[in-house]
């Protein structure tokens, strides 16, 4: 795209090739290396105590044994590289899991259990499923930080249209009626962080502000909604007025977080095209990651490392 004559590209951070990952990743040990060293980065350490003193190498390849007081109660306690991971009692080889993992993390909008099935030609679609959302599920947050600075908060609602369900699913609703809500905050060219809630009242959404965003923020940007309206006690918060027309009044604003709201939808609609409640979380979980490590040039690590 140009203007004026300037050359505008968008930002780009080199990801992992599909090239580089054959090279990387041709076998089952070069696997177990990559794995080793991103989730023992200072050595190994026992997933059930955590410690790292006391723990051995035994003969059998890949796997220690820890001789620590609360693990080995008269015997010691036996591990492998994968115990505690997402890849421990599956049948599927590590390289398996990490072809679906780079899959996931390197599709902007994510990538269906459907398509996943047919790529590694896995035995039903159940397996792909399964192997989609255990993913997802280690894409969570452990180090969740409060944001800083300028941050938006906004909700939003999860579900199709009432018109386009079929005959015996209507609801016979209006606006919103039958949609999941989902709240979400993000940090002015920093981090996201996005959850399911029952309803958007305001003890809610008061709850979420006060969790996610640090009280020493510099500003918090909302919509008029009457559920934020306790927030300006607590942190220094301004509204506009989307009702009267209004959408930018100098930085107060929720462009940001309504723009990952449209990447969230555009993924559940355009890739999976339908996300239940129960699953819901997982899938925030999935694109919140994307978007946190986006400018992460190591984000395929990243993700093992919190498995």
């Known amino acids: 795209m140009e203007t004026n004559g300037n050359k505008h590209h968008p ?28 989730r023992w980065p200072d050595g190994v350490k026992c997933p059930r105590c955590r410690q790292s003193e006391h723990v051995y190498k035994i003969a059998q390849p ?77 894409m969570n947050d452990p180090e969740f930080r409060q944001l800083m600075g300028i941050v938006e908060v906004d909700e939003t609602y999860i579900g199709g249209k009432d018109k386009n369900r079929h005959w015996d699913k209507k609801q016979r609703g209006r606006g919103t009626f039958g949609k999941t809500p989902v709240i979400g905050a993000i940090s002015r060219k920093g981090n996201v962080v996005a959850m399911m809630i029952e309803n958007a009242d305001t003890a809610t959404l008061t709850r979420f502000v006060r969790q996610a965003v640090s009280d020493k923020v510099d500003l918090v940007a909302t919509d008029e909604h009457s559920g934020y309206r306790y927030i300006k006690w607590v942190m220094p918060h301004e509204t506009i007025s989307h009702s009267t027309g209004e959408y930018v009044r100098g930085n107060v604003h929720t462009q940001n977080i309504e723009s990952f709201w449209s990447l969230l939808k555009r993924g559940i609609i355009g890739t999976y095209h339908n996300v239940s409640k129960k699953y819901l979380p997982l899938y925030l979980a999935e694109f919140s990651f994307r978007f946190n490590n986006r400018n992460n040039p190591d984000i395929f690590g990243t993700a093992i490392a919190g498995s």
């Open 62 to 138: 890949w796997k220690w044994e820890c001789w620590n007081a609360e693990c080995a109660k008269g015997h010691a306690y036996r591990f492998s590289l994968i115990a505690g991971t997402i890849f421990e009692n599956t049948k599927y080889p590590l390289r398996t899991w990490f072809w679906v993992l780079f899959l996931m993390v390197t599709s902007k909008k994510g990538i269906s259990a459907l398509q996943v099935h047919r790529v590694i030609g896995s035995g039903s679609y159940k397996t792909a499923f399964y192997m989609c959302h255990r993913l997802r599920a280690a």
């Open 11 to 38: 930002k780009f951070t080199p990801q992992l090739t599909w090239p580089q990952f054959e090279r990387m990743f041709h076998d089952e040990e070069s696997c177990r290396e990559y794995l080793f060293a991103h």
